[in-house]
């Protein structure tokens, strides 16, 4: 439960802290912290427009991809304190229901009849397959280095002693963070702040999105990006008392909003033909736990 509220507290300033950090290194005053989630409840007053052509899966796509992300929230712990759901395995469960809310968000978009939206979901879902590798790798890697199968065992035994755990650790770090910034397509991947059809990615697949659905689908990147933080949190928290831990887990979160921000405002997009190949590193990076866990273990010579 603590987690839980944890994460919902962070995700409401999380997006806020990237956009003030891009406003600073603009030059710019910018909006307040708390702008977007603002703008998110306004359009939950507002009422959703439905074209002729879309579907019952268009309708029912936001409110299921936001279900999937809130129940994926539920298995992240605190250090020694396990989520709301927490069992052997449970991180296979959080992959795979965050892979069914964006399987309904890739075809709410392909239910609307839009070549654009259908261009968007298909470069989402070749970027989310690319990615899940590389989750999975690290998660292996430290399931396999503290003998732990779930979310909890593995954090609350994962002791950072020398300079291969710690290494270990920086690089999950970092697999974490570009995956938060792949997931919710941001730069280098994709630019949120783009008009251009050709070159979107997300952003193309809400467009017939208003209203209330589309402030659920803003409010579930919000959450994202705060669930994967909290597992970066996590990895440097272990078996640390409460006391600490809660201030550790909002530095954190405020570290990661303040990395994105700065790497959204110095760092271009890649070509689109490049992000599969970026992606597919990251995997080839998250190989490098494996290694460095097996030689920890005296498993490699």
Same mark, same amino acid.
């Given at each position: ?116 939206? !259908?261009?968007?979901? +298909?470069?989402? @879902?070749? *970027?989310? &397959?690319?990615?899940? /590798?590389? =989750?999975?790798?690290? #998660? ?120 994105? !921000?700065?790497?959204? +405002?110095?760092? @271009?997009? *890649?070509? &689109?033909?490049?992000? /599969?190949? =970026?992606?597919?590193? #990251? ?19």
């Amino acid at each position: 439960m603590t987690s839980l509220v944890l994460i919902l507290i962070s995700a409401l300033f999380f997006n806020g802290i990237i956009v003030r950090v891009k406003s600073f290194c603009a030059g710019r005053k910018g909006p307040g912290i708390f702008q977007p989630m603002k703008d998110v409840i306004r359009l939950f007053r507002k009422g959703c427009v439905y074209s002729e052509v879309s579907g019952p899966v268009f309708r029912m796509a936001p409110a299921i991809y936001f279900a999937s992300v809130l129940l994926a929230v539920l298995t992240v712990p605190l250090g020694h304190k396990g989520g709301m759901l927490s069992f052997s395995g449970d991180f296979i469960f959080f992959a795979y229901v965050l892979a069914l809310g964006k399987f309904f968000c890739i075809i709410g978009a392909l239910d609307t009849g839009s070549s654009f939206e !259908g261009m968007g979901a +298909s470069r989402e @879902a070749l *970027y989310s &397959m690319l990615a899940e /590798p590389a =989750f999975f790798l690290i #998660l292996g890697s430290l399931g396999l280095m503290t003998g732990n199968t779930s979310f909890q065992g593995i954090f609350a035994n994962l002791h950072l002693a020398g300079p291969i755990s710690w290494s270990l650790a920086a690089i999950a770090a970092f697999v974490f963070l570009v995956l938060a910034m792949i997931e919710n397509s941001r730069m280098p991947v994709d630019d949120p702040k783009t008009h251009l059809e050709l070159t979107m990615i997300h952003e193309v697949m809400v467009l017939d999105n208003s209203g209330l659905d589309l402030g659920l689908i803003f409010l579930t990147g919000y959450l994202k990006f705060a669930m994967y933080a909290a597992l970066i949190a996590n990895l440097f928290i272990g078996s640390v008392p409460l006391g600490f831990a809660i201030p550790l887990f909002f530095l954190v979160q405020a570290a990661c909003a303040v990395i994105i !921000g700065i790497n959204e +405002s110095f760092t @271009a997009r *890649y070509r &689109m033909n490049h992000n /599969p190949q =970026f992606i597919f590193t #990251l995997a080839c990076i998250a190989l490098l736990t494996v290694f460095g866990v097996m030689l920890m273990s005296g498993q490699l010579i």
